[in-house]
């Protein structure tokens, strides 16, 4: 599908290509390589149990280049004399097991992302340092906060709407946050542009926009994830891992004059997206989507029934499956920012390795399935009228 095209009938499939532009194709949407590293120095090993007994620090406080609860959950398997040390030798030491398991190539990217995110944090001064930690209160609207304690798929469709299936709507962020929200990511990129530092981009197709967990977002995200996006996603998204979400990629994406247009067909490194417009004032911007598919099924074309277009609203989120197909039309005016929340499952993307069928949301794995099911309906049809019809037969020739 060409960039800007804005015609209604579902994008044309090809070949899928990762994170590459290219004409009539589908892409996944990458984020640009993550963080960490430096050479392993411990000789102790890490206990083959965990101890149960010990109380593992947190660590969520830290930069660090996995999810603090590995470190937490880590701490348990660290050989007795280590336990008694600071939190900072038990953090190195775990990091270096934790990077062992990166390959090479990784490692020097991660180093460099981290790196570089040591530069931001430890220069760049936060306009709205409330927005640094999680205040339910003051971020969001009181509906979503009531569905949310609710718990239940009842408290959440009392607030949530479906009007595509795998396509969830609901009012969110109040417009303080927002406007703070822009406020601060204007603010970080003059930074950016004073101290000429190069500004990573939140992924592949994006030229615009800023990586929030880069500049100290990244705990209040972790919160956003685990206290309100897993619930929901445990209920609405169970078989790809919305239950097990442990890690995420938070950022913006900017769009109008001087940014970027539109957005091309694809799909997110993603097991479940947030997509949660900011503001400001903006025509055009909207979002196509054309069901769900698995990596085999990427490429194939889209029922009627697939096609969906949402109107981006200020505060309103959008929730999604990653392979749920989508991209944005082009913004023709003023100045669109969304808040982007790519929450992806370990366990979900281990267990994938070994799994062939996808039909619970892959909607060609589906239609494959229902297919054979067909043939076979068909089939065992067609064998019982013969048995019936030899029985006919050997009645009517006793009966002769
Ligand atoms: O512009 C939008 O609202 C969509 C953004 C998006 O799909 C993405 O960044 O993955
Ligand atoms: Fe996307």
């Known amino acids: ?85 600071n939190r900072d030798e038990k953090a190195k030491f775990m990091r270096e097991i934790l990077l062992k398991y990166l390959p090479n190539g990784e490692r020097s990217r991660s180093h460099r992302h981290r790196e570089y995110r040591q530069k931001i944090i430890s220069n760049y001064q936060p306009l709205h340092r409330e927005l640094y930690s999680m205040h339910p209160a003051a ?37 303080h946050f927002c406007e703070l929200m822009v406020t601060e990511v204007e603010n970080f990129e003059n930074w950016v542009n004073e101290t000429k530092i190069r500004i990573m981009r939140p992924n592949t197709m994006n030229k615009y926009g800023a990586v929030l967990d880069d500049f100290g977002l990244e705990t209040m995200l972790d919160r956003l994830m685990e206290g309100f996006i897993r619930p929901l996603s445990k209920v609405f998204f169970a078989e790809v891992g919305g239950s097990t979400l442990d890690s995420h990629h938070g950022f913006v994406v900017e769009y109008g004059k001087d ?10 490194d993603s097991e479940v997206t947030l997509n949660v417009c900011l503001g400001k004032q903006f025509s055009g911007g909207e979002l196509f989507f054309r069901g769900m598919r698995c990596e085999k099924h990427v490429n194939t074309g889209s029922q009627s029934e697939e096609i969906f277009d949402y109107c981006h609203v200020p505060g309103r989120a959008v929730l999604h499956r990653g392979r749920h197909r989508h991209g944005a039309r082009a913004t023709t005016s003023g100045h669109r920012i969304n808040l982007l929340l790519w929450c992806r499952s370990s366990v979900f993307r281990e267990m994938k390795k070994y799994q062939k069928d996808f039909s619970s949301w892959c909607g060609e794995c589906s239609r494959a399935k229902k297919e054979r099911q067909r043939v076979s309906i068909v089939a065992a049809k067609s064998e019982l009228l013969k048995i019936e019809g030899g029985l006919l037969k050997s009645e009517g020739e006793s009966t002769t």
């Open 139 to 175: 971020f969001f609207v009181p509906s979503f906060l009531k569905a949310i304690s609710g718990n239940t798929e009842q408290s959440f469709r009392s607030v949530i709407s479906e009007p595509s299936p795998g396509v969830f709507t609901f009012e969110m962020l109040q417009p």
């Open 1 to 85: 599908m060409a960039s800007g095209d804005r015609r209604d009938d579902p994008p044309a499939a090809g070949d899928i290509k990762n994170g590459v532009a290219s004409g009539d194709t589908i892409q996944k949407q990458l984020p640009h390589p993550h963080p960490a590293l430096a050479p392993p120095i411990q000789s102790q090993r890490l206990r083959l149990n965990p101890n149960k007994d010990h109380k593992p620090e947190s660590y969520e406080d830290l930069q660090l280049d996995y999810s603090p609860s590995i470190f937490s959950s880590l701490e348990r398997y660290l050989p007795p004399t280590m336990l008694g040390m």
């Open 259 to 268: 940014r970027d247009v539109d957005l091309g067909f694809h799909v997110d």
